[in-house]
């Protein structure tokens, strides 16, 4: 089973990690899905941090909702997923879906990326999409979401 390595920055969420690293195994079981072998990271960081890091890594000082950096197979590291909750509470109820859902796609968006998918054109982004859905629908039917909770006033 794969290392995962889960850090959780973010003041206002709050989730079990062993839900999510289910999802974690469930998703390495996907063949159309495979990452690269290694320990994997995903971090949860507040909106100031992922601005900085989207201006930083890929020239763009926006919001983004999440970032993937490939890792290094010599250093038995898959990669990191740095996901947004921020923009996950702002934009769920827009997509008409529960905020654990909205969150839990993003990382699967991060994962896919890391599986060698990209959305720089108009045929990848509907393969993304295809498997963004492909790979929702097995988490819903095998696992279901991990009871990821945003709270205020934290």
Request: some cysteine; charged content about 25%.
């Amino acid at each position: 089973m794969r290392e995962v390595f889960i850090n959780n920055q973010h003041p206002n969420l709050k989730f079990e990690a062993d839900s999510l690293e289910k999802i974690i195994a469930l998703l390495d079981s996907i063949p159309e899905a495979k990452i690269p072998p290694g320990e994997l990271s995903i971090a949860f960081l507040e909106r100031p941090i992922i601005i900085e890091l989207h201006k930083n890594f890929f020239n763009d000082p926006t919001p983004t909702d999440v970032m993937t950096f490939t890792g290094d197979p010599e250093m038995d590291f898959a990669g990191e997923i740095c996901v947004s909750p921020d923009q996950a509470m702002e934009v769920h109820n827009d997509h008409r879906v529960t905020f654990p859902y909205e969150l839990m796609l993003y990382i699967v968006h991060g994962w896919l990326h890391l599986a060698g998918y990209n959305d720089k054109t108009t045929e990848d982004i509907q393969q993304i999409r295809h498997m963004e859905s492909v790979v929702m629908q097995k988490i819903l039917e095998c696992e279901g979401l991990p009871e990821f909770v945003f709270l205020d006033n934290v």
